[in-house]
DNA sequence: CATGAATGAGTCTTCATTCAT
DNA sequence: CATGAATGAAGACTCATTCAT
């Protein structure tokens, strides 16, 4: 397994921080290794070329992304509950990280298609953790009947997307978290729910 | 004044075709030129540099787009009725240039930092329309007197965004102007609007 | 046509002298374009790729090479005499450019095997004159009747390119052109010839 | 005596099967170790560097060549029947093993000039077999006595490799021992021989 | 003796931009 | 105004060799 040898997470940990700090175009292989203290070469052990650094950094950090957002709304009696604590968790595990919320937000949308495309795969996982809620939400009577997941789903996303592209575009100069109940009263009233 | 002169329009069509048929990164100053049928210093005749292009590109495409909302929503009486028309304009004028589109949504946004900066000024002309929507309708009592105008139009570009941009990815495969009114009921309910 | 314009053959030239006096492994194409006094770009220009100078290089030499010697022999009466011009001119040629001599006979042999199939593929047209030469041999009667075609083009190749190696080899110190009357004399007495 | 490590020649022949099967450029010692099975840094162990894996390799297969060739033909009486049992050995040895054939004909030739220089030095030994050949051909008045030794022996060198190339070169499709009595008689007609 | 993880030097190619005509 | 030939900087990746265990 990659994630137990020590060199796979420190390369990973060092093109988050390369890539923040200097950009996507900017970000040598050479930058990284040397952020994380190994030889160009080295980098080559544990990655197949460039793009697999970057597909396994946004595997890797997303990964956990969601591992904790499904732990923490299992508890939760309610889709506007569970999607409360969703939206709180993603503004907040953000917020704590502000090289990784650069990189995702807006440096690896540079990458190209095929980068993104594989970056989508990633990101169905966390698709179906809001599918589910909205499901939840249906069959409990929380959210309008006529409600269409898809479309939901995208205004989800996109809202939260485009939330936490402002502020990190404004250079995270104000606190995100202390947005998400805001932010989660929007999406509960567009998915019908009655306050 | 730059757009009387037939070349200057004739480079920015050229690049809008490239882009979509060949990606971002595969759209080079001499296949533009050579689509627009002109030699390749003639570029530099009418655009400063390559990233001047597409500013201008942006600015074109994007004028005419702000142009033609503002037109069409001026008649309209309620904000409700003014989103609506706004959501239903904006993706018929995107389905109706699909190259167009994909440019927009897919391509331009692999441009680095700087040039989404630029492009994002271009876009504070559409950001003030749909503020003086959100306002209009607090004041008329259509939307929540709670409403946060900076979160409800993020919600709103964000949303139309992701259903674009997903449109866009699944290949254009089925018709987006048809769900302009689902979009919109999910926004004006998310304002606070009850229906 | 690619001949006429003057840098195709500037560069083709300017890689002869490179690789003579750096060697196949040593002659990047940034030296080759300092020889020849063009920037690195340019060379892109004329070539599509490193393997495509080589190639030209074979083609331009060897093509010239093999029209100068069908040239020559056209007025031979016998077999014997237009191998004997054929042996003259070929030893000669390389003796005239020592560059070329070292860049054929040593150097481009350490290409890969796609390189060299291509470079085969020019050879066939020498190849083809040999062996016209061979059957009009055997067809007046000046070579044996026996004589296996194929094996027999095979010996004169052989020995011919055996011989000027050696003397590549040897650093060119003795004199090539006159050692072709010995080579002759032995590839014809081989063939059958009764002198 | 490197010889009596077992992994010495273990090595050795893991080089020639490597080698032959993904070419000179494609042989890296890593492929050679694990072909071998020994560890990378084992080589070293038993190799100078890899130049050394290659001279060894060279120096082992045609030490025996050479010492096969010469038990053989101390039995024959005449040079002429000499040089048949030669030719005849030469072409059954590497007909016999196909790997070897494609790593001395082909890959071996797209060493370094460096590297082509020792293992001239290795056919030194063979190539003094056929001046003795020649000499004893000669006396014997077998040959012409106006026969030029080096030129003799660069065509017989030359007429064998050029054979044995073009048979690997079309993938060993035919049978090369039964060609050896007629290439034999190319070699002796060219050097005098009165059948 | 044997291992194998780590090292780091070296090069072809693209393409935005210029400027002499 | 228009041309298009020429420029030249910049970076991912391989693999022979070492050395701590």
């Known amino acids: 397994m990659k994630k137990n040898k020590p060199k796979y997470m420190q390369i990973i940990d060092a093109a988050v921080v390369v890539i923040a700090e200097n950009g996507y175009h900017q970000a040598q292989v050479s930058k990284i290794a040397k952020q994380a203290g190994v030889a160009d070469g080295t980098i080559y052990l544990y990655f197949k070329n460039k793009e697999d650094i970057l597909i396994s950094l946004f595997q890797e950090k997303m990964g956990t992304f969601v591992e904790k957002i499904q ?100 250079e995270q100069r104000y606190d995100l978290p202390s947005l998400a109940p805001s932010v989660h009263q929007l999406l509960i009233s567009g998915c019908g729910y009655k306050s």
């Open 71 to 170: 732990q923490k709304i299992a508890g939760k009696e309610s889709a506007v509950e569970k999607l409360l604590m969703m939206v709180k968790l993603h503004f907040q595990l953000l917020s704590e990280d502000h090289h990784l919320a650069i990189v995702t937000q807006l440096e690896l949308r540079q990458s190209n298609k095929d980068l993104r495309l594989k970056i989508n795969d990633v990101l169905k996982n966390y698709l179906q953790v809001v599918d589910q809620i909205l499901l939840e939400g249906k069959e409990k009577g929380e959210f309008s009947p006529e409600l269409d997941i898809r479309l939901a789903r995208q205004m989800i996303f996109g809202t939260m997307d485009e939330t936490i592209t402002s502020w990190v575009m404004n």
